[in-house]
């Protein structure tokens, strides 16, 4: 059974930088999407970052030019740069990996944007 993990997670001050990054106990083959979701106390879980088999990237338009999502070649894993981060970035993260067929998701890291 394939377990995620993601790391990188913290306490920052607002306009610091954290990277996130996720690790899948098994092997997964033919991963057609990774991404990056969050989810903030009391709120839905959003979509944040995403990056396809063929290198497209897409981002929520509140983290546009500030994140940056990138394959992790030798973990085949998604990893999040997180720059100029606002308390509203607060939530805990979720890496999340589809084959076509299976979702897997990590058990989340969280982030805090604080002063």
């Known amino acids: 059974q394939v377990q995620v993990v993601e790391s990188g997670g913290g306490l920052v001050q607002p306009g610091g930088s954290l990277r996130l990054s996720c690790v899948a106990s098994?092997?997964?083959?033919?991963?057609?999407?990774m991404a990056w979701y969050r989810q903030a106390q009391g709120k839905e879980r959003e979509l944040v970052a995403t990056l396809n088999s063929i290198g497209k990237t897409t981002y929520a338009d509140s983290v546009k030019g500030r994140f940056t999502i990138s394959r992790d070649n030798a973990r085949n894993t998604p990893s999040l740069q997180m720059n100029s981060l606002k308390p509203e970035d607060t939530a805990v993260y979720y890496c999340?990996?589809?084959?076509?067929?299976?979702?897997?998701w990590g058990q989340g890291t969280q982030v805090t944007v604080s002063s």
């Open positions: 999340y990996l589809l084959d076509g067929i299976n979702q897997y």
């Open positions: 098994g092997r997964i083959f033919n991963i057609n999407v």
